[in-house]
């Protein structure tokens, strides 16, 4: 079955602990993004990556780090998290960036609260 | 600075009826725009696009129109059946190499009443 996979779904931790969250999809798609989901505020991406080795900023990058060492996964890490990233987060794949090509396939979320 | 907005937080229609909703977007170099669904506790799911090249695509029950004068795009879901409750996000994109990125609209949340 294409999915994408996110783990942990649900997550309590604790300002400046680092954290985690992995993203892995098995549809061999190029493009894969970050995107987190705030009241009002609707989807915004954080960092997407356009293939292997090649990442770039979204609207809202600080606090975050991402990686794409391999095609199938993109973990998003918060090295020192604060209040202020609790929010719902989505990982996302598509086939391409490009057009009609950028049908996202998203996974069903992570909810992280930082006290 | 919201550059896909939309307008209406919640709507509420009877089944049966037309659900009609709406999304503006200020940047005119936008040409292709998606329309997703929600589920609560589940990620969002594609449900139908348009390039900036047409004004209208039709796919079952859902219909996108774009109006590129008035930056205005809608997504009319006719008949309306419960099973369309859901938050349905409008997202725009600029096809430029190298600096694909989708945006997202606020959300509405579509209550179909039976």
């Known amino acids: 079955e294409a999915q994408v996979t996110q783990n942990p779904r649900y997550l309590i931790t604790v300002t400046g602990k680092k954290l985690t969250v992995t993203c892995s999809q098995n549809?061999?798609?190029?493009?894969m993004s970050w995107y987190r989901q705030d009241p009002g505020l609707g989807l915004r991406q954080i960092y997407y990556s356009m293939n292997v080795e090649v990442t770039d900023k979204g609207d809202v990058p600080e606090g975050y780090k991402v990686s794409r060492k391999e095609k199938r996964n993109f973990p998003l890490i918060l090295e020192s998290p604060s209040p202020n990233q609790t929010s719902l987060y989505f990982c996302?794949?598509?086939?391409?960036?490009?057009?009609?090509?950028?049908?996202?396939?998203f996974g069903a979320g992570t909810r992280l609260s930082v006290l | 600075d919201q550059q896909v907005k939309q307008n209406s937080p919640s709507l509420s229609v009877q089944e049966g009826r037309i659900s009609i909703l709406n999304c503006d977007y200020t940047n005119s170099m936008f040409d292709y725009f998606l329309w997703y669904k929600k589920y609560p506790a589940e990620g969002p799911t594609f449900l139908i696009s348009?390039?900036?090249?047409?004004d209208k695509n039709e796919d079952g029950r859902f219909t996108v129109f774009l109006n590129k004068s008035a930056k205005h795009l809608s997504l009319h879901i006719v008949p309306s059946q419960p099973g369309d409750s859901a938050v349905y996000f409008c997202?725009?994109?600029?096809?430029?190499?190298?600096?694909?990125?989708?945006?997202f609209g606020t959300g509405t949340r579509l209550t179909i009443i039976p």
């Open positions: 996302a794949s598509s086939r391409s960036a490009a057009g009609a090509k950028n049908i996202q396939y």
């Open positions: 549809m061999n798609h190029e493009y």
């Open positions: 348009i390039s900036s090249i047409k």
């Open positions: 997202a725009a994109l600029i096809s430029n190499f190298g600096n694909e990125k989708l945006t």
